[in-house]
């Protein structure tokens, strides 16, 4: 069974950090690209990052560049999500995505509150 499992969402302070990992399990992780989209409130799904099946290339979407970082362990057959700089607008329910096979996690909640 594929299963895709994101965690370490929660409640940070504009300009806090946060880490997101997501497990992957049932499929061979290391040949997809991966990639994290979130889904603000009121707003539709928004690719944030993807990151090569090699974790040497990587994108942003232009409203984290310089703030999030995605990486990859496919010994550990995780993906990472590093936040910093967070900002209110960051809110939302963040998922990974092995997009190419449709493989979708459940999401992770973040928000970020004062």
């Known amino acids: 069974e594929v299963q895709l499992v994101e965690s370490g969402g929660g409640l940070v302070q504009p300009g806090g950090s946060l880490r997101l990992s997501c497990e992957a399990s049932?499929?061979?992780?290391?040949?997809?690209?991966m990639y994290w989209v979130r889904e603000g409130p009121g707003k539709g799904r928004e690719w944030v990052s993807s990151?090569?099946?090699?974790?040497?290339?990587?994108s942003y979407a232009d409203s984290v560049k310089g703030r999030f970082t995605i990486s990859r362990d496919n010994a550990k057959n995780t993906l990472y999500l590093q936040m910093n700089s967070l900002k209110p607008e960051d809110t939302a329910v963040y998922y990974c995505?092995?997009?190419?096979?449709?493989?979708w996690g459940k999401g992770t909640l973040v928000t970020v509150s004062s």
């Open positions: 995505a092995a997009l190419s096979a449709h493989y």
């Open positions: 990151i090569n099946r090699h974790g040497n290339s990587t």
């Open positions: 049932g499929f061979t992780f290391s040949t997809y690209a």
